[in-house]
Structures are given as C-alpha cells and as structure tokens.
T-cell receptor, first 115, second 113 residues
Framework: DQQVKQNSPSLSVQEGRISILNCDYT??????FLWYKKYPAEGPTFLIS?????DKNEDGRFTVFLNKSAKHLSLHIVPSQPGDSAVYFC??????????????FGSGTQLTVLP | DTGVSQDPRHKITKRGQNVTFRCDPI?????LYWYRQTLGQGPEFLTY????????KSRLLSDRFSAERPKGSFSTLEIQRTEQGDSAMYLC???????????FGPGTRLLVL
C-alpha cells in the first residue's frame, strides 16, 4: 500500500530549462510535505517543505506546489543546473506519538540535467 | 547545527553475524529517527526516540533488531543474526524541536553475504 507515489522513475531536462517533479499521496492525515535530494552513497538532503495550509512555497530556484483536493504536489526547479542531477524524494509527514512526525517517502525520481 | 554523523559508513558481514551501527548528532536533539533504504525505494521508518525513550517501532523492525539511545544523545542500532534481506542503507535522522523537518546523516551501507 504505497501512500506516497512518484510515478516517474526518471526525468531528463536541458540545462537552463524548468524541471518539474511530481508526487501523489493518498493519506488525508498527511499535513506536511518535504522534498529531499539524494546523491549516491549519501543521506537525503532536505530541500524545501510545505505545510498543508499553504499551496505554494518558494526558496530560490525551488518552488513546491500543493494541490490538496487532488492530493498532489510538485517541485519546480528553475533554471535547472547540471549540479541538480540527483534522485529526488517526496516525503509526507503525519503526527504520531505526541508531536513527533513519521515520514513516508515516495520511491524517488532520478533527475538528469543535460549541459 | 543539525549535523549527524554515522559510523561505520560501510559494513560487509556474513550471514548470521551481528552488526551494530552508531548515530551521533552533532548537537542535542530530542527527537531521533532510524530509517532503512533499499535499492530503488525511498527510506522506510524503523523507529523513533524522544530523548532516551523509544516511543515507536515499525513492523519492519523484527525481533532481531534492537535500538538504544542510552543518554539521549547518540543512538545505536543492532541487528542480530543478519540475513541477506537486511542488506540496505541505514539512515539516522534528527528533528530540531519545532522545525517539523528531519535532517539525515550520511547513512551506513550494510551488505550481508
């Protein structure tokens, strides 16, 4: 039962263009969403997040959009750079055990930015 | 500082052996999490500590797995009688109080032969 899905295993984009990575979720209890970037043999690096009370959050070249009615979020990277090439994970967060949060991850999208 | 170090970074062991991994947050964080990531998948939650108390365990954490956080700072994850299916990257994460964001260490990659 995959509660968080990233349906595109890979994406290739030309340098300077926009990269759009998509993520769908099923559990209505999720109220906080995060994107992580991961290089081989390293741990995930936090990129950007969004609360369920918002529909957009921007941080430099990265923007995350949340559509609660569709249970869909996306990460936009503009402009894309070769250094952005990595696996991107979408994660959804729900409260448990008081104020602690458990992350549920998608299976990741390999982004390749071509020079 | 939300830095987390993990040791060892790589471990190769034979089936049936016991292994122990360590997670060291650079500064004090109340909340510490362990995740496991297998090839082609995202990280999966294993267990959670609030200070030294282990408050949540995933059904993925069989009785061969045990985790501790004795003084509420570093944490260890032990796997007894390892199986080939235990081969994965084991990730530790901390959550600075009130931030709602978890920050991951570099992970320990385990290969069970």
């Amino acid at each position: 039962d995959q509660q968080v899905k990233q349906n595109s295993p890979s994406l290739s984009v030309q340098e300077g263009r926009i990269s759009i990575l998509n993520c769908d979720y099923t559990n209505s209890m999720f109220d906080y969403f995060l994107w992580y970037k991961k290089y081989p043999a390293e741990g995930p690096t936090f990129l950007i997040s969004i609360s369920s009370i918002k529909d957009k959050n921007e941080d430099g070249r990265f923007t995350v959009f949340l559509n609660k009615s569709a249970k869909h979020l996306s990460l936009h990277i503009v402009p894309s750079q070769p250094g952005d090439s990595a696996v991107y994970f979408c994660a959804a967060s729900a409260l448990f055990s008081g104020s602690a949060r458990q992350l549920t991850f998608g299976s990741g999208t390999q982004l390749t930015v071509l020079p | 500082d939300t830095g987390v170090s993990q040791d060892p970074r790589h471990k190769i062991t034979k089936r049936g052996q016991n292994v122990t991994f360590r997670c060291d947050p650079i500064s004090e964080h109340n909340r510490l999490y362990w995740y496991r990531q297998t090839l082609g998948q995202g990280p999966e939650f294993l267990t959670y500590f609030q200070n030294e108390a282990q408050l949540e365990k995933s059904r993925l954490l069989s009785d061969r797995f045990s985790a501790e956080r004795p003084k509420g700072s570093f944490s260890t994850l032990e796997i007894q009688r390892t199986e080939q299916g235990d081969s994965a990257m084991y990730l530790c994460a901390v959550e600075p109080g009130g931030w709602e964001t978890q920050y991951f260490g570099p992970g320990t990659r385990l290969l069970v032969l």
